[in-house]
């Protein structure tokens, strides 16, 4: 058997579904890769903000916070509504957003060595 790149046999059969998978994964992983968006859900984990009030919190003009958010209501994250003349944002999934970014948390802190001892803890 050769191998390619040395990592993966050549002759193995290739699996489109797993690719297939692999880019909806990788398509969540950019909407959720950026510290702007990624602060807009720790946000909205308290519940639900208006527009106003994530400029606020974040510092960040209202346009870009707009602009954030509709790539979150685009992936299906978040879900808005109107209240009056605002708009109201909420997440969609509270629990899963949470294990999610807890779960990127922990291996930011491993990959950079705080979480190291905590790593190799019994559970």
Known sequence: MTMKHGLLPEDRPQDHGAVREASTVASL?????DAT???????????EHRVVELTEHLGLAQSTVSQHLAILRSAGLISSHSHGRANVS??????????VLA?????????????ASRSREPQ
């Open 90 to 99: 909420r997440i969609e999934n509270p629990e899963a957003i949470e294990q």
């Open 29 to 33: 992983l950019d909407v959720l890769g």
């Open 103 to 115: 779960a990127a948390e922990s291996l930011a802190a491993i990959i950079s060595g705080d979480g």
């Open 37 to 47: 968006r990624l602060a807009i859900l720790r946000h909205l984990h308290g519940g």
